[in-house]
């Protein structure tokens, strides 16, 4: 593509004029201008891959976050939910969510009855199966926190069933509902009477960001929660260790070390580090933390160490390569000075090599957040129901992460969760986003010129 | 030859002789950079309340040897110092000697300028700062200023110290980075070229601070300017392929040089 002239004593003089460049100057220019138009044709290839790309997972991921509600009173009678009438929490816990759902599905059936909605053709179980089998639970769980609901009368918004959250939002109709145990035909013409009377409708789910995961028969109940919080406890472990060690190490390397055999050594170490597939680092932790530590499975702190191992040979490369962009005259003058190499380097050097060490951290970050691979293997995947503890106790409770909800919901059989799945991801991509961000914009802020 | 006649008309005749003491005495210093023995027996008396010039052409070890003076040398891997480098009679290679100590009281000027990217006071305050010169802030005050003055500078950068050092004119930089020098006041200020990346404005002005300077300190300065080296010394060493050709009084190595090298460096010949 760079022609040369090889043709050494007999080279053609140019010509003459400067105005008509002749056929050398013809074959350049189209070189050039081919050149540019491979280098755009692979610019709008990549840009149209990653337009389909974020089209499929925002179509499919954006309903997620609206969600079907059946919206009717409820008047909580102390009869069902307080036998004993004492009011006392003990007792009250004998109600288990059996006893709720009774109570849900006659309110919703008192109301169907006061607002003059047909039922034909729907049985009473299958007005009962309109509700999510989530809804009785999260009210007795509000119930018992507060007793003194008990008695009271309120319009509650509850969770409709997967499936009439599907055919809300056009993934289940009546041709599937046809060949479905859990809705049929007659259900979904009683949901479009139910929306018409506007006791269903939909609304912005923000259980989806909240809620732990749910089981397989409560898609509609799924939630991020639990991933969310597992997620930001593994980032906050992985910068507290990796960003001191990657650091430390860096400098040692860069301004300490002697050039020597070991030195190389290390680099190279280091470098293949980096290429190690993340698996590998799964099987570590699982053999190292787990197994031989003791630690406990499917904890964040064991997720962040396994993490960390991958995403410290990242900031130290970063860290590195920013400590050497330094100029050589800042640490003769530091020296000249009288300063010594410590305070050089303390003073002087890293300050300078903060804006890179701070993006080449949070790009680690970033590739560590999505990472996946290695939490299957050290027991991230299991199916957690409970919030870890606030920091230090819940970094080792057992908890999940984002990319492994992802792949949890993604495996599942119910549709319902492919559009789960999807939701994650969006709700990841923002997450990487926000960072990557983050970063350009720290390095905007604080990088000097000199 | 008309170049040097040129030079004579720069009172070179009258420049007087000085007879100060030795402040540093070389003495058989050779230096290795791995295979490459870039310095090779040299003996060199750098005398107190005096500008010394080293001259000599591109690779000829005259900045090498500037920076065994406070020990630079020590930061570059494979260099090797061997000789004997005597600071007012204490050996700058013993053992005991901390370079950090010595680089306090022999201080440097770079070729480039390299102000650090801190404000002007900053620059200035930071050796006094790292070696506890100073009891206070008004102390440090004092010695900031007194420093930019020295440097001819103060005037210009009296109302915006707290701007950025980088924010100067590479003359400016060049006296901020002498006034970053002489502030923990050293014994010995080495410039390493000071002037070749400044203007001819901005030259004659630090080659005029320069010699102010000699004053309180003995200053050596590496140039590649015959006419700089003629203009701000009073002793002149002539370097060239690792050796110390000649060294003397500057106004005899220019009119009225030893060694053939010498003659044929000046009048252009080699170099």
Redesign the interface.
């Known amino acids: 593509m760079t022609d040369i002239s090889t043709s050494g004593a007999a080279a053609p003089r140019p010509a003459k004029s400067i105005l008509s460049g002749g056929r050398e100057m013809a074959r350049r220019n189209a070189a050039e201008t081919r050149f540019k138009l491979y280098g755009m044709l692979a610019i709008s290839v990549s840009l149209g891959v990653l337009a389909v790309m974020l089209w499929t997972i925002f179509s499919d991921g954006i309903s997620a976050f609206k969600q079907a509600k059946l919206t009717f009173p409820v008047t909580l009678s102390s009869e069902v939910l307080d036998p004993a009438g004492n009011g006392l929490r003990e007792e009250m816990t004998k109600v288990t969510t059996i006893g709720y759902g009774r109570l849900l599905s006659a309110a919703f059936k008192a109301e169907l009855a006061a607002k003059g909605i047909s039922t034909e053709g729907v049985s009473d179980k299958e007005l009962a199966d309109l509700i999510s089998k989530d809804a009785p639970g999260v009210l007795r769980s509000e119930v018992l926190a507060n007793p003194a609901l008990l008695d009271t009368t309120e319009l509650r918004s509850v969770l409709a069933s997967g499936r009439i959250d599907g055919y809300l939002k056009g993934r289940v109709t009546r041709q599937t509902a046809e060949r479905d145990g859990q809705i049929s035909p007659a259900m979904l013409d009683l949901a479009d009477r139910l929306m018409d009377a506007g006791i269903l409708g939909t609304g912005f789910n923000s259980r989806f960001l909240t809620s732990p995961d749910a089981s397989d028969q409560r898609p509609e109940a799924a939630g991020l929660g639990v991933a969310i919080l597992g997620s930001a406890y593994m980032m906050l472990l992985v910068l507290v260790i990796c960003v001191p060690l990657g650091v430390a190490a860096s400098i040692y390397l860069e301004e300490f070390a ?2 020597n055999r070991w030195t190389d050594l290390v680099e190279v170490n280091i470098s293949n580090l980096a290429a190690v597939p993340s698996i590998v680092f799964g099987i570590l932790g699982l053999a190292v933390f787990i197994n031989f530590a003791k630690f406990p499975q499917s904890s964040p702190l064991v997720g962040a160490l396994v993490l960390s191992l991958m995403t410290l040979p990242t900031i130290i490369i970063a860290t590195r390569a920013s400590i050497r962009a330094v ?1 050589p ?12 190499k410590m ?1 050089t380097v303390f ?2 050097v890293l300050p ?1 090599a903060a804006p890179g060490i701070l993006t080449g951290t949070i790009l680690g970050l970033a590739s560590a957040l999505g990472e996946t691979a290695p939490l299957l293997l050290i027991g991230m995947v299991a199916f957690v129901d409970n919030y870890p503890a606030p920091p230090v106790e819940g970094f080792f409770d057992p908890a999940t992460a984002l990319p492994v909800q992802v792949y949890s919901w993604a495996s599942r059989s119910d549709p319902a969760f492919i559009e789960r799945s999807s939701g994650a991801i969006i709700v990841l991509l923002v997450f990487l986003v926000i960072m990557n961000v983050t970063a350009i914009i720290l390095r905007r802020k604080f990088e ?3 | 030859m008309e170049d040097q006649k040129t030079m004579k008309d720069i009172h070179l005749e009258e420049r007087v002789v000085s007879d100060h003491a030795p402040r540093i005495t070389a003495r058989g210093v050779n230096v290795h950079y791995g295979e490459n023995h870039a310095l090779k027996d040299v003996d060199v008396d750098i005398l107190s309340g005096t500008v010394t010039a080293f001259i000599g052409p591109s690779g000829c070890g005259k900045s090498t040897f500037l920076r065994c003076l406070n020990r630079m040398n020590d930061t570059v891997a494979n260099a090797r110092v061997t000789g004997q480098i005597l600071l007012d009679g204490e050996d700058i290679y013993d053992k005991r000697v901390d370079p950090v100590q010595l680089r306090a009281k022999v201080g440097m000027v770079f070729q480039k300028p390299n102000p650090f990217p801190k404000s002007i006071y900053d620059n200035v305050a930071y050796g006094p700062k790292i070696h506890g010169l100073t009891r206070n802030k008004a102390e440090l005050d004092g010695i900031v200023e007194s420093c930019l003055r020295k440097a001819a500078l103060w005037n210009e950068v009296k109302d915006r110290l707290t701007a950025p050092g980088t924010g100067l004119s590479g003359g400016q930089q060049q006296r901020l980075c002498i006034a970053r020098a002489i502030a923990t006041s050293p014994e010995v200020l080495l410039m390493d070229e000071p002037c070749s990346a400044l203007d001819p404005i901005a030259t004659a002005q630090v080659e005029e601070l320069i010699d102010e300077l000699r004053a309180s300190f003995s200053v050596v300065i590496v140039t590649h300017s015959m006419q700089q080296a003629a203009r701000v010394s009073q002793k002149t060493a002539f370097f060239h392929l690792g050796h110390l050709v000649e060294y003397g009084e500057t106004g005899q190595i220019f009119t009225n040089p030893r060694d053939p090298r010498t003659e044929s460096y000046i009048t252009g010949r080699i170099g």
Do not use: C, E, F, N
């Open positions: 002697p050039k100029p005259s800042i640490r003769d003058a530091a020296l000249g000075v009288g300063a010594s305070q003073h002087h300078l000097r010129r000199w």
